[in-house]
C-alpha cells in the first residue's frame, strides 16, 4: 500500500514539469531565428504597403478603382492570380486583394521553415537529443516551433495593420487584414507540425510543408477562377484569408476559424509526438535497397539522386506558374490600357512596348527570383548535410572538398537557369495560345525568353552570395535569404513606387530586368560577379574547418 500511495506526488511532479525548459529553449529559438523572423515581418509588410502606396497612385478616386475592380472580376486569369475584389472603392479593399495571397504564401513558407528547424531537423541531427537529456519536457520543442512561427505572424500582422492605418485606412479593416495574413501563416505552421511527425527527413518534412501551401494556392486558384466552383476556395486556408472580407464585410468569425484550425493542427501534433520515438516517424520509412545503384558512385550522382524529388517539383511549379501567367495576358490590353500610369508601371518592368509582351516579361523578374530561391536551397542543402555530420563522413573517404561542392554548385546553377527557361517558355506559350489574332505564339516567345536568358546572371549571383557565405561564415549562410528577399521586393515594387534607376538598378533583377539588357554592359559585369562569388565560395569551404 506504501507503494500506492508513493505514486502519487511521482505523478503531480511528472505533471508540474510539463513544458519544462519551454522559457530557455524559446528564448534560443528566437536568437536562432532572428534574422529569419525579422527578415520575414519586415518582407510582408513591405509588400502590402507598396501595393496600398502604388494602387492609390494608379487609381485615385472612387470611380477609377470600381472600374478596375470590375474588369479584375471579369478576368478569370487575374482571379486565379489574386482572387475576387471584395471592395473595389477603397485603397485598402483593392490592397486587400493584390497583397492577402503572396502574403500569404510567403509567410506559409517561412512558418514550415521554421517549424520543421524546431522539430524534425533537430531531431535528425541529435540536437533534440542533447536537450531532451536535460530536464526539458518532451512536448517543449514543439510548443518552441508554435511560439516561434507565433511570433513570427504576429509581428507581421502587427506591422501590416500599422502600416495601413497609417496609410489612412480603416482601422477593423485594417487590423482584419493583417489577422488574416498572420492567421493563415499560423494554419501552414499547424500543418507543418503534423508532417514534422509523420517522416523522418527534414528535406522531406520541410517540401511536403511547402507543398501544401502551393496546393493551398491552387486550391484557390481553381475555385475563384472557375464559375460554378466557388465553393473549392473554401478547402483552402489562403481561400480564408480573403473570405474574412477587410475592408468589406469584415467577418471577425473567419479569422476565429483560422486560430481554431492552427490549434487543432499543433494538437494533433502533440499527440502524434507523444506516441513516437526520438528521431522517428509515424510513417516507417522504407529499407530500400540491400546495395547501391550501379549510378551512385560518386558525389555528384549522389547529390543528383538527393536532389532529383526537389527539381521535378520545382520545375512542375513552374510548368504551372508559366501557364498562370501566360492565361493572364488575356485580355490585359484591355485591363491595362485603361490605366496609363500602370500601363507605364508595366513597360519600365518589362521593358517592352507592346503591354501584353510588356505584362509578360515583367513576370519573368518574379521566375527569376523564384528561381534563385531554388539555388539559394540547393547549396544551403550542403550546410545541412555538414551539420547534420554526412558530409564529414563523406570527405573521410577519398573524395575531395571539391568533389563534394562542386555538384552542389552545379546543380543550383543549372538548375535555376533551366526553371526560369521552363517557366518563362510555358507563359509565352500559353500567352501566344490564347492571345487574339493580332499576336501570334513567334511574336511572344522570343521577347520573353531573351528576357528569361537575360535575368539567369541575376539569380546566379544571388546562388553565389550563398556559396560565398556558406564557405565563408557557415553560420550566417540564413542571411543569403534575407539578401534574396531585399533585391527581390526591390527589383518588384520599387518601379511602382517610381524610384530612381540607379536605386533601382542595386537589384540585378531590375539592372537586368528586359530584353534590351542580354548581352549589355550590366549582363557581363554580374556574370563576371557571379563567376567570382562562386570561386570565393568554393575556395572558402576548401580552407576553412568542416562542421
Do not use: K
Request: with cysteine; charged share 10%.
Amino acid at each position: 500500500m506504501s507503494a500506492a500511495v508513493s505514486l502519487r506526488p511521482a505523478r503531480h511532479r511528472a505533471h508540474a514539469r510539463r513544458f519544462a525548459g519551454l522559457p530557455a529553449l524559446f528564448r534560443l529559438a528566437l536568437r536562432r531565428d532572428r534574422v529569419l523572423i525579422v527578415a520575414g515581418a519586415l518582407a510582408v509588410t513591405a509588400l502590402v504597403a507598396a501595393s496600398a502606396v502604388a494602387l492609390a497612385g494608379l487609381y485615385p478616386d472612387v470611380a477609377s478603382r470600381r472600374a478596375f475592380a470590375a474588369s479584375v472580376d471579369a478576368t478569370p486569369a487575374f482571379l486565379a492570380l489574386t482572387g475576387p475584389v471584395f471592395d473595389g472603392s477603397t485603397v485598402g479593399g483593392l490592397t486587400a486583394w493584390r497583397s492577402v495571397a503572396t502574403a500569404v504564401v510567403i509567410l506559409g513558407l517561412l512558418s514550415t521553415v521554421i517549424v520543421v528547424r524546431h522539430t524534425r531537423q533537430d531531431e535528425e541531427t541529435g540536437r533534440q537529443d542533447l536537450v531532451l537529456s536535460s530536464a526539458v519536457d518532451r512536448g517543449s520543442p514543439l510548443a518552441v516551433a508554435a511560439l516561434a512561427a507565433a511570433v513570427l505572424n504576429g509581428s507581421a500582422a502587427v506591422l501590416i495593420a500599422a502600416v495601413m492605418i497609417a496609410r489612412g485606412q480603416a482601422v477593423t479593416g485594417s487590423v482584419l487584414l493583417g489577422s488574416a495574413i498572420g492567421g493563415v501563416g499560423l494554419v501552414f505552421a499547424g500543418s507543418a507540425a503534423v508532417v514534422a511527425q509523420l517522416v523522418v527527413a527534414a528535406r522531406t518534412a520541410t517540401g511536403l510543408g511547402c507543398a501544401l501551401v502551393g496546393l493551398g494556392f491552387v486550391v484557390r486558384a481553381v475555385g475563384d477562377s472557375s464559375p460554378g466552383l466557388s465553393w473549392v476556395s473554401w478547402w483552402s486556408p489562403i481561400g480564408w484569408a480573403q473570405q474574412v472580407q477587410a475592408f468589406a464585410a469584415d467577418r471577425w468569425w473567419m479569422i476565429g476559424i483560422l486560430l481554431l484550425t492552427a490549434v487543432l493542427a499543433f494538437a494533433v501534433a502533440r499527440a502524434l509526438d507523444a506516441r513516437r520515438d526520438v528521431g522517428a516517424g509515424v510513417v516507417a520509412p522504407s529499407t530500400g535497397r540491400s546495395t547501391a545503384a550501379a549510378g551512385l558512385r560518386g558525389p555528384a550522382s549522389l547529390a543528383t539522386r538527393l536532389q532529383r524529388g526537389s527539381l521535378l517539383g520545382w520545375t512542375a511549379t513552374f510548368v504551372v506558374l508559366g501557364g498562370v501567367y501566360g492565361a493572364a495576358t488575356s485580355g490585359v490590353d484591355e485591363l491595362i490600357s485603361g490605366t496609363p500610369a500602370l500601363a507605364d508601371t508595366i513597360r519600365r518592368l518589362g521593358g517592352a512596348a507592346q503591354i501584353t509582351v510588356a505584362f509578360l516579361t515583367a513576370t519573368v523578374t518574379i521566375l527569376a527570383i523564384v528561381a534563385a530561391a531554388f539555388g539559394v536551397s540547393t547549396v544551403l542543402r550542403l550546410r545541412g548535410e555538414e551539420t547534420a555530420g554526412r558530409a564529414e563522413m563523406l570527405l573521410a573517404t577519398a573524395t575531395s572538398r571539391s568533389r563534394v561542392m562542386a555538384p552542389a554548385l552545379g546543380l543550383a546553377v543549372i538548375g535555376a537557369g533551366v526553371l526560369l527557361t521552363v517557366g518563362s517558355t510555358v507563359a509565352a506559350l500559353v500567352a501566344g495560345a490564347v492571345a487574339g489574332s493580332g499576336t501570334t505564339a513567334s511574336d511572344v516567345l522570343r521577347p520573353v525568353v531573351r528576357t528569361a536568358a537575360a535575368e539567369i546572371p541575376a539569380a546566379i549571383v544571388v546562388v553565389a552570395l550563398a556559396a560565398v557565405l556558406l564557405g565563408w561564415l557557415p553560420r550566417a549562410t540564413g542571411a543569403a535569404w534575407g539578401v534574396l528577399a531585399a533585391v527581390g521586393l526591390l527589383g518588384l515594387i520599387g518601379p511602382s513606387l517610381g524610384w530612381p534607376t540607379a536605386v533601382l538598378d542595386v537589384s540585378p533583377f531590375h539592372a537586368l530586368g528586359s530584353e534590351a539588357a542580354l548581352g549589355g554592359l550590366a549582363f557581363w559585369a554580374t556574370t563576371i560577379i557571379a563567376v567570382g562569388l562562386l570561386t570565393a565560395g568554393w575556395w572558402g569551404w576548401n580552407r576553412r574547418d568542416i562542421g
